[in-house]
């Protein structure tokens, strides 16, 4: 299906979500703890997608992964958000699943992420309300 880079830095959150993805048909090209390992893994790897840990210390990161990569970023949050990271104009993610999450979140997360037109109904849906 889809090639995914990984950025997490909880070896049972990332373990778990390779696992999960694998069972969905999904390949993890690669795994990394750092936003700024990810930059240096995402040009050798070439992901179509990348789940990100958010920090606020990785939310730049995130932004060039897709400004310069072209690579869209799913943020991976907490069940309780930290503060500072409700930046969405900075980093322009496609799309947000709060930990622990569900396969079923999973799966629809990356699809409206890899379809641009399913983008824009989720949008356009969001905006009607």
Same mark, same amino acid.
């Given at each position: 299906?889809?090639?995914?880079?990984?950025?997490?830095?909880?070896?049972?959150?990332?373990?778990?979500?390779?696992?999960?993805?694998?069972?969905?048909?999904?390949?993890?090209?690669?795994?990394?703890?750092?936003? %700024?390992?990810? @930059?240096?893994?995402?040009?050798? /790897? $070439? *992901?179509?997608?990348?789940?990100? #840990?958010?920090?606020?210390?990785?939310?730049?990161?995130?932004?060039?992964?897709?400004?310069?990569?072209?690579?869209?970023?799913?943020?991976?949050?907490?069940?309780?958000? %930290?503060?500072? @990271?409700?930046?969405?104009?900075? /980093? $322009? *993610?496609?799309?947000?699943?709060? #930990?622990?999450?569900?396969?079923?979140?999973?799966?629809?997360?990356?699809?409206?992420?890899?379809?641009?037109?399913?983008?824009?109904?989720?949008?356009?849906?969001?905006?009607?309300?």
């Amino acid at each position: 299906m889809s090639s995914i880079l990984i950025v997490e830095d909880e070896p049972f959150v990332d373990s778990d979500l390779r696992a999960t993805l694998a069972a969905l048909g999904h390949e993890v090209t690669a795994t990394t703890t750092t936003s %700024e390992n990810a @930059l240096a893994k995402v040009a050798p /790897t $070439r *992901p179509d997608l990348v789940f990100m #840990k958010m920090r606020r210390k990785g939310l730049d990161d995130a932004a060039r992964l897709h400004t310069e990569y072209g690579v869209p970023v799913i943020h991976l949050n907490p069940a309780v958000d %930290e503060p500072g @990271l409700e930046q969405p104009e900075v /980093t $322009r *993610p496609y799309g947000y699943l709060l #930990k622990p999450f569900a396969e079923r979140e999973l799966q629809s997360t990356i699809e409206v992420a890899l379809d641009p037109h399913g983008m824009q109904r989720a949008l356009a849906v969001r905006d009607r309300w």
